[in-house]
């Protein structure tokens, strides 16, 4: 999933490479699927990270933190070239905002998710807060992914917004508040926390939500567990470190047995402060489940835009029905659907044939536009579906894939844990022997 | 480095022990049963451990000679645990154990089983069964008629009823091990091993123990109480090294305890963690197509390791803590018995001034018995230092064994894993070539 941090150059690799035992290389490898044209023109990076401070929209003072995006030419090779662009800096919110434009704009792609905004799921040694400089890196690079996934997107690596959001550095926000987007925005939000009630949900899209909430299920109770785990196994090294101790201070009475367990000692020492870098490691691995997990909210949302639609163009048939209804009984002269004009007339006396000509020829033309409209919505709703399940196929491929490499480069960190512990406890052995 | 220097004695030949001084050219090789070389009029010599002249042996004795010496001959460590320089004659198992359930109460007894080419017994061998009771009333009676030695320690006589199942498989198969090797450990003790009580104990149907073998326990009571009203003024550093080293031995052996008790804890905790790990992995599977395989690998591996880790935490409690509280009592058992050298030393030093104030008074010549006690001091000093060095190699050799084994369990759990995690590997490995397989001939 992370991009190698400190090479400018992220080539696609062949994803067919097995056996590589570095989570490192298989980040890389099961990162970049396809080289989009944008790829084969730049090289992307989230090169450094700064501490800021200034003041907010309420002028209180705050420190934020903001990351360099630099942009060199694809084919630059070793030394990098010049710069494609401003090389700007950017801060946490400002990938948010591009992150809902593209959300707005392309309802029909899984948007990659970005890190997360607050430390979450952390076992006790780590640091939750937002400045440390560990969770700043682990941020820095999860950026670089985000970036990364929208390069290689077929359909997002070509927005235009996303190119001065990489190259601009003034002048990005306002562009992005031209779009007009916003409004996009609020009638989404809208739609989010709508409730409302689909007659002919879409077998597929409902089979999707439940699995994305099934997923959602999954890996955040993994996570949780995770921590747990992870706190125990931190308990149950450290406690070794206590033999170091007394090993050490019993050997200073002992004759012959004194130099077996001192070196002994040692030992437990060594098993003792292994388990630091053992759970870091395992921080990649957790991070590569979170952006899984925070997929689950994109797989929602195309979910909750295809419902959208298709409430709308339910809602637009049902208005083309009622319309036809009316027309009806404008023609029969028979009450069947209450309206008020109806009801105005029986009370105030029926009205005059030129007014009810008027009538119908409005409501024609009303329903022409309906049935319009109807297909319209059709259409799109359609297109929407084709374009949606093409872009959720691709995401399960890639699902499929990178959690798959996820768990053997696990399996491999477990292998790696075992050897650890089984040649610590062979030296030790040893110097027991010696005793 | 170390804070007492009880392997930096003199030899003790060059102390009088009547068993030395009573040998011409002690062989290794001759048996107890060859040579009932018996001391020439010494009275004293049954006064020093207070056993009957008939089964002092001269092997034991030049076994203690050979010990004696500083003994830095690494091939020892091979040898068996409780193997002396000569071969042994006497073979003790503590063994099967079986409940007894009566209308009164509920035991456990186990079978005791005897090989020896002794005559002291009667048969070259011998099974019975006995109950913790009796081991104790073993322990006892042997306190009493040696007191210059240190007797091995049995397991902890008393459970809290309700908090330790007294018959559960576990408390009883360690309770077993214990007295097997506190039995062990009797027979081979050079002087311990031919006390009558023992013999009793491997050989008699019915344990008499009220019946005390009148002779011995006389002797040990003069021992006792001799010591009353004594103070000691100076010891010899040696000792008072051994009491400190003893100390210090006992604090880290209590530190050790905890740690490998506080160990067990987060080992227990962090399996209750792992399993529910293991099974989040196998109810993610439910909903995934082409990740089942992996996923549920990944279940089971999880599965393997707390299998393993169970088996790791057992071990260590069956194997590792009964041996730390083991030494515990036994440090308890060397300081009884350096307190009785003390008083015996002090009593000697107290009737010889006496002696000597009525000496120069007059003219008294100092009385035979001061002139014994300084023999009886002499004789529990060598007793002693020769115990103490016997228990010095014991203790290498036990904690040896102990400390390793605890390093092989460890090594086994990480391998067990390490294998588990690798098949896994290699079968996702596999899936996978066939998966881009098939899809390239498409």
Redesign the interface.
């Known amino acids: 999933m992370m991009a190698d941090s400190g090479s400018e150059e992220v080539a696609v690799l062949d994803n067919t490479d097995l056996t590589s035992t570095e989570s490192e290389n298989n980040a890389i490898n099961t990162m970049v699927e396809r080289e989009t044209a944008l790829l084969r023109k730049i090289d992307i990076s989230v090169a450094e990270s700064e501490k800021r401070t200034g003041k907010n929209t309420v002028n209180m003072h705050e420190t934020y933190t903001v990351y360099l995006i630099e942009t060199r030419p694809a084919d630059a090779g070793a030394e990098g070239g010049q710069p494609v662009g401003d090389s700007p800096w950017r801060r946490y919110s400002e990938f948010e905002l591009l992150r809902t434009f593209l959300l707005v704009t392309y309802p029909y792609v899984v948007i990659p998710p970005l890190p997360e905004k607050r430390a979450e799921f952390v076992w006790h040694k780590l640091s939750a807060d937002n400045l440390d400089p560990d969770f700043v890196e682990r941020r820095r690079m999860g950026l670089e992914n985000f970036l990364m996934r929208i390069a290689s997107h077929s359909v997002l690596s070509n927005d235009k917004i996303f190119y001065q959001f990489l190259t601009e550095e003034k002048g990005w926000r306002e562009s992005v508040l031209e779009t007009g987007f916003q409004d996009k925005a609020d009638s989404r939000l809208k739609s989010l926390s709508a409730m409302f009630r689909v007659k002919n949900p879409d077998k597929c899209f409902t089979d999707l939500k439940q699995y994305s909430d099934e997923l959602n299920n999954a890996i955040s109770h993994l996570l949780r567990v995770r921590v747990k785990v992870a706190d125990r196994m931190y308990g149950v090294y450290k406690v070794h470190g206590n033999y170091g101790r007394v090993f050490s201070e019993w050997s200073a009475i002992e004759k012959e047995m004194g130099d077996g367990l001192q070196s002994a000692g040692h030992h437990m020492d060594t098993h003792s402060a292994s388990v630091d870098d053992i759970l870091e490691e395992e921080e990649h691995y957790a991070d590569q489940l979170k952006e899984y997990l925070f997929y689950t909210d994109a797989l929602r949302s195309v979910c909750r835009k295809h419902e959208l639609m298709q409430y709308e163009l339910e809602m637009a048939v049902l208005d083309l029905a009622n319309k036809k209804q009316q027309r009806e009984e404008l023609t029969t002269g028979a009450v069947r659907v209450f309206s008020l004009k109806g009801m105005s007339s029986k009370l105030f006396g029926q009205e005059s044939p030129e007014q009810r000509e008027s009538r119908l020829a409005a409501l024609q033309l009303s329903i022409q536009a309906s049935e319009e409209g109807v297909l319209e919505k059709n259409r799109e709703c359609r297109e929407f579906m084709r374009m949606s399940w093409e872009d959720v196929k691709r995401f399960k491929e890639q699902k499929d894939r990178e959690l798959r490499e996820a768990l053997i480069s696990y399996a491999i960190m477990q292998m790696s844990v075992c050897k650890k512990g089984i040649q610590v406890w062979s030296n030790a052995k040893e110097c027991f022997n010696k005793m | 480095?170390?804070?007492?220097?009880p392997?930096g004695l003199q030899p003790v030949t060059e102390a009088t022990h009547p068993l030395s001084a009573a040998q011409e050219a002690p062989s290794p090789a001759s048996e107890g049963a060859a040579g009932r070389h018996i001391p020439s009029g010494d009275a004293e010599a049954a006064l020093t451990n207070g056993t009957p002249i008939e089964t002092s042996s001269p092997a034991s004795a030049s076994s203690l000679l050979n010990r004696l010496q500083l003994d830095d001959d690494l091939e020892v460590d091979t040898l068996d645990l409780y193997a002396s320089t000569e071969t042994r004659d006497l073979f003790v198992t503590v063994d099967d154990p079986k409940k007894h359930v009566s209308t009164m109460e509920t035991y456990i007894t186990y079978r005791v089983s005897t090989k020896t080419t002794r005559i002291e017994f009667d048969l070259p061998e011998y099974s019975l069964r006995r109950r913790y009771q009796d081991f104790d009333w073993l322990r006892m009676k042997l306190e009493d008629s040696q007191p210059t030695h240190l007797i091995p320690p049995l397991p902890e006589k008393f459970v809290m009823k309700g908090v330790v199942d007294r018959f559960s498989e576990e408390f009883v198969e360690t309770r077993m091990k214990a007295l097997d090797k506190f039995l062990k450990r009797v027979a081979d003790h050079p002087v311990l091993s031919f006390n009558p009580h023992l013999n009793a104990f491997l050989t008699a149907k019915d344990l008499n123990k009220r019946q005390g073998l009148a002779l011995l326990t006389k002797v040990g009571e003069s021992v006792k109480q001799a010591a009353g009203g004594y103070k000691l003024r100076a010891r010899p550093p040696e000792y008072s090294a051994m009491g400190e080293?003893l100390d210090?031995?006992n604090q880290?052996l209590g530190?050790?305890d905890r740690?490998a008790q506080?160990?067990l804890k987060?080992?227990t905790?962090?399996l209750v963690?792992?399993r529910?790990?293991g099974s989040?992995?196998a109810?993610?599977s439910g909903?995934e197509?082409?990740?089942r395989r992996?996923?549920e690998?990944?279940a089971g591996?999880v599965s393997t390791c707390c299998g393993a880790m169970e088996d790791l935490s057992e071990s260590m409690s069956q194997d590792l803590l009964p041996v730390l509280r083991e030494y515990v009592l036994y440090i308890e058992s060397m300081k009884t018995v350096l307190k009785k050298r003390d008083q015996s030393q002090a009593e000697y030093e107290g009737r010889l001034e006496a002696a000597v104030i009525r000496k120069q008074e007059d003219k008294t010549p100092v009385p035979l018995e001061v002139e014994k006690c300084q023999d009886r001091v002499e004789c529990f000093n060598a007793d002693l230092k020769a115990d103490w060095e016997r228990w010095q190699s014991n203790k290498?050799q036990d904690?040896?064994q102990l400390?390793?084994g605890m390093?092989?369990k460890?090594?086994h759990?990480?391998?067990k894993?390490?294998s588990a995690?690798?098949s896994?590997?290699s079968r996702?490995?596999e899936d996978?070539?066939e998966n881009?397989n098939d899809t390239d001939c498409d």
Not at chain 2, 1 to 5: L, N, T
């Open positions: 480095m170390s804070a007492g220097a392997r080293y210090t031995f880290k530190t050790m740690i506080r160990i987060e080992q905790e962090y963690e792992l529910e790990y989040v992995y109810g993610w909903s197509d082409s990740l992996p996923l690998g990944v591996c290498r904690f040896k400390l390793t390093a092989d460890n090594i759990y990480y391998e894993c390490q995690w690798e896994l590997v996702l490995q996978q070539a881009t």
